[in-house]
C-alpha cells in the first residue's frame, strides 16, 4: 500500500511536511496544499516558498492547482516543471464556500462539459513533456449519481492518478462517505485509483481494505493531523506515544517561531493543528481550553505541558 498526506490549506506547508517527515513514518507522497494562479505570475513568494525542492528534501512532493482554466494550469505546471516537479494535482474537491463561488476545486464540477475542455486542452499541451497530471475529485455538488458523467470525462484522458474523496460537496467533510460509489468508480475507472476519506484509526483502514482489496493507494489527511503517527501504525509500527509526540510538537513550534512572524501567528498556526490533534488525547477538555485562550508563546508552551502531563494518550 502507497500512504499519501492530504492537502490542507494553512496546515500541510512545508514546515509542517518537513517536519512530519523528519519525526514520522514517511509518506510516499506529500501533496502540498493548493495553489491558485494569478494572472500576473504564476506563483507567488508564498507558494514558491512551499514548492522549493530545498524546502522538501526526502519527500516526493506533488503541487497541488486550483483553477478552471486550462491555461492557467499549463503555465503552473510548466513553471513547476523548471523547479524539478513531474507531477501536478488538479484541484476538485475543495467544498469551501468562497472556492466553490467562483466555480474552482469542487464547484468544477458542476460543469462537466468544461472539464473536458479543459483536460483536453491540458494534455494537448503537456503531453510530450513528462509531467503527470493526477486529479482529486468529489462525487459531484449535489448528488452522487452526478459521478456517472464526471467518471466519463476522466476516463477520456491517460490520468497518472484519480483521487476520490466519495463525498459530494454540499456534504463538506459530515455525513458518511459513500462507499458504494467508490465501489462503483473503482470497477469502472481506466485510471489508477486513490480513496481518500475518514481513515483516521488503523481500525478504520482495516476495515476499508479488507472491503477493497485491490486498493493500492490511500490518501490521509485529518486522521494524520489528529495523529501523526498513524501512517506508521498503518505500515505495522507501533503507536505514537507520548514523547514521540512532545518531540515533534516542540520542533514544528521551534520551526514556526524561527520564521519570526510574531507570536499571534506562531499560535495561530499552532492552535489550529490542536483542532485535531486533540483528539488523541483522554480527558482533554479543560487544557484544550487552556491552549485556546493563550495569548502568548510562553502561556502556550505551560498549557501544552500541562496536558501532556495529566493527559493520556488515546
Known amino acids: 500500500m502507497n500512504y499519501y498526506l492530504a492537502p490542507m490549506e494553512g496546515i500541510t506547508n512545508y514546515i509542517y511536511r518537513r517536519t512530519y517527515h523528519q519525526f514520522f513514518a514517511p509518506a510516499d ?46 503555465r503552473v505546471a510548466k513553471a513547476l516543471q523548471e523547479f524539478g516537479y513531474d507531477e501536478v494535482n488538479l484541484n476538485l474537491g475543495c467544498p469551501s464556500g468562497t472556492v466553490v ?26 503531453e510530450g513533456t513528462g509531467m503527470k497530471v493526477s486529479v482529486k475529485t468529489r462525487l459531484g455538488m449535489l448528488e452522487a449519481d452526478e459521478f456517472d458523467q464526471l467518471l466519463q470525462v476522466y476516463n477520456r484522458y491517460p490520468l497518472h492518478e484519480l483521487i476520490i474523496h466519495p463525498r459530494v460537496r454540499i456534504d463538506y467533510y459530515k455525513n458518511k462517505v459513500d462507499l458504494e460509489a467508490f465501489e462503483t468508480a473503482l470497477k469502472e475507472s481506466k485510471n489508477t485509483v486513490c480513496y481518500n476519506g475518514d481513515i483516521f484509526t488503523k481500525e478504520d483502514y482495516d476495515r476499508f481494505t479488507k472491503r477493497f482489496p485491490s486498493v493500492e493507494n490511500v490518501m490521509v489527511g485529518r486522521g494524520v493531523i489528529g495523529n501523526p503517527g498513524l501512517i506508521g501504525e498503518l505500515r505495522g509500527n507501533e503507536p505514537m506515544d507520548k514523547e514521540k509526540f512532545r518531540a515533534f510538537h516542540d520542533q514544528l513550534l521551534a520551526e ?31 487544557p484544550e481550553k487552556v491552549i485556546k485562550k493563550a495569548q502568548t508563546i510562553e502561556k502556550y508552551k505551560e498549557a501544552v505541558r500541562t496536558l501532556l502531563a495529566g493527559c493520556e494518550m488515546i
Open 101 to 126: 463561488s467562483k466555480k474552482k476545486g469542487a464547484g468544477f464540477l458542476e460543469f462537466p462539459i468544461r472539464i473536458d475542455q479543459f483536460l483536453n486542452e491540458t494534455f494537448e499541451v503537456l
Open 29 to 74: 507522497k506529500y501533496f502540498t496544499p493548493f495553489i491558485n494562479p494569478h494572472t500576473t505570475r504564476s506563483l507567488n513568494s508564498k507558494e514558491k516558498k512551499d514548492i522549493l525542492p530545498e524546502n522538501n528534501k526526502g519527500m516526493y512532493t506533488v503541487p497541488q492547482i486550483l483553477t478552471n482554466q486550462a491555461e492557467d494550469f499549463i
Open 256 to 286: 514556526y517561531e524561527a520564521l519570526k512572524i510574531g507570536d499571534r501567528n506562531t499560535l495561530f498556526k499552532m492552535k489550529e493543528l490542536w483542532y485535531y490533534m486533540i483528539r488523541s488525547f483522554s480527558d482533554a477538555k479543560k
